[in-house]
């Protein structure tokens, strides 16, 4: 019980020293939906911190685990082509927004291949705690494997550009790349698709070398865990 509160505490305190952050998108499997139908879900993903103490030429602390609720809804354009948007929200950042184009690519013996092209911006405008913004986007390269349309597994590769603007006395701007690899196991009962996953995440500086605090561990560094329901019609 000890080691569940200290885990609360550490987790909460990360989440409130963070003021601008970036969501994951759990729908970033290679199939699509097909025209004009759609998928509309939410749940809880493990966002990432944008934020980071800018010192000299260092960068304290980017790309800590930060806990969010997201909810997310998509249509099919083509067989090929879906589009989707998505908001979340941590306790005391403006929502994170996101927008996707997913295209599919391959489709043959159960195993979809696709690109996932994602656009996301937050911005955060309480005067207590700063003034920041963010904006960039990714390029997940995403596989699937179905089975007879209940059960799905996806694997992929992902890599991203953001830029964060600090609006205070003196203001600062700092860019960094986001790279690793996810996977996603997956369950459908009829309409009801049930997502759990995990992103393995590492981040480099253009311009700055990037330190963590000695009290961070692996965990809060890289990995970003996410569980969300959706509903196909």
Known sequence: MKKI???FVMLLTILLSSCTAVSLEPYRSA???GPLHLRVGGGFVGGFSSYANLSNDTLLDLGVFVPMASVFAGIGITNNIDVYGSASFSLITNPVYGASVKYKFFDRFGLKIAIVPTFKYNSN???DLGKYSTYGGELPFV???SFLNFLYLTGGIHT????????????TSYDFLSYGFFIMPEVKFFNLRFSLGCDLRYYESLKYKLIYSDDLN?????????????FQF
């Open 5 to 7: 509160f200290v885990i």
């Open 31 to 33: 199939d699509t939906l």
């Open 125 to 127: 405008n309480n005067n």
């Open 143 to 145: 596989l699937t494997y």
């Open 160 to 171: 991203g550009y953001y830029k964060v603007s600090v609006y205070e006395s003196v203001n």
């Open 218 to 230: 692996y965990f809060q560094k890289h990995i970003n865990p996410f569980l969300t329901i959706s």
